[in-house]
């Protein structure tokens, strides 16, 4: 069982930033992904960022230069530094871990990040 909290969510204006952390507990095998995803209202989930237990990155288009998704494998917390906010990117803001060996993948609730123009 894998527990998922994310922290960091808020309001600000656009142009602003903002770091969310998602903090993972629970029997996570070493080889795993971890990964950022978003739903505003009204529209479907979308993927955001992942980032592997390797390092390896990969971010949607539409926040490509803006986010950045970075790890602590030591404390199992990822992070998504969001920069030059703008007010479409407001949405809740999940995480999720898929674990290769156990082939499981466990969400966290999400938080709030609402961006004002």
């Known amino acids: 069982q894998v527990q998922l909290v994310e922290s960091g969510g808020g309001l600000v204006q656009a142009g602003e930033s903002l770091r969310l952390s998602c903090a993972a507990s629970?029997?996570?095998?070493?080889?795993?992904?971890m990964n950022w995803y978003r739903q505003a209202p009204g529209k479907k989930r979308e993927w955001v960022a992942t980032i592997s237990s390797g390092g390896s990155t990969n971010y949607a288009d539409f926040v490509k230069g803006r986010f950045t998704i970075s790890r602590d494998n030591g404390k199992n917390i990822v992070y998504l530094q969001m920069n030059s906010l703008k007010p479409e990117d407001t949405a809740v803001y999940s995480c999720?871990?898929?674990?290769?060996?156990?082939?499981?993948?466990?969400w966290g609730q999400g938080t709030q990040v609402t961006v004002s123009s």
């Open positions: 999720n871990v898929f674990d290769h060996l156990l082939n499981s993948r466990s």
């Open positions: 629970g029997s996570i095998s070493p080889i795993n992904d």
